[in-house]
């Protein structure tokens, strides 16, 4: 039975290249509906597991400190967990008096789980009433284009956050791939040939960088 529930629970969990499951619910900055929001622009949505807790408290500074770089990649924060909106509210204020840092985007009030269900941030065998660190890559087609989940007791990575969206905005807009390690200003990968007449010119083309004929790198 407990197989069972798991398999059903990850067979719910939205996967890359699905359409973001849509929604409405009340967060700190008022009411939203998930296909209404943010119109034209990318979105990182990330849960926490509670309110006033401190793992969670590094986190969503880290996002609140970074905001002004989320919105000049032409992206929205929208934050989780399963908590009031007056806890959220609470928790909100207390850190921007003791630290100074605002937590200015806006966060779901999920106290009936609807959200987390539905993007599978409940995994029981972690915790059956917190959700899990997970974060989701939403482009402005509403298309889950990434998605990392973290454990409760490990902090995300706001860098690797960045990176990941920013390669992702760059591979969209010139058609390419990125290598390991791959951070603004890196060469990309071209993608591989596919007819003897590409793979000639490939061979042919002196502006790349070979190691050999199905990868090369290019400046853009």
């Not at 998930?34 to 986190?59: G, N, R, Y």
């Not at 969209?172 to 890196?186: E, I, R, T």
């Amino acid at each position: 039975m407990h197989l069972e529930n798991t398999q059903q629970q990850t067979n719910t969990m939205p996967r890359i290249g699905d359409n973001a499951p849509d929604f409405e619910a009340l967060t700190t900055k008022g009411q939203i509906k998930l296909s209404e929001f943010a119109q034209d622009k990318w979105i990182v949505m990330f849960s926490h597991p509670a309110d006033f807790t401190p793992v969670c408290t590094t986190e969503m500074s880290g996002f609140a400190n970074k905001k002004a770089e989320f919105e000049a990649l032409n992206t929205e924060l929208l934050g989780l967990s399963i908590d009031s909106i007056h806890a959220h509210l609470g928790w909100v204020q207390n850190v921007r008096e003791t630290t100074g840092v605002y937590f200015d985007f806006p966060i779901i009030a999920d106290l009936d789980m609807k959200v987390s269900k539905l993007y599978g941030m409940l995994q029981p065998n972690e915790s059956e009433t917190a959700a899990v660190r997970a974060v989701f890559f939403i482009d402005p087609k509403k298309k889950i284009r990434l998605i990392m989940y973290y454990p409760l007791n490990v902090g995300r990575n706001m860098d690797e956050i960045l990176r990941a969206l920013e390669a992702l905005q760059t591979s969209d807009k010139h058609g390419v791939a990125m290598p390991l390690n791959w951070k603004k200003g890196d060469k990309v990968i071209c993608p591989p040939p596919k007819s003897l007449e590409a793979l000639n010119s490939r061979l042919a083309d002196d502006t790349l960088e070979k190691t050999t004929w199905y990868l090369a790198k290019k400046d853009i």
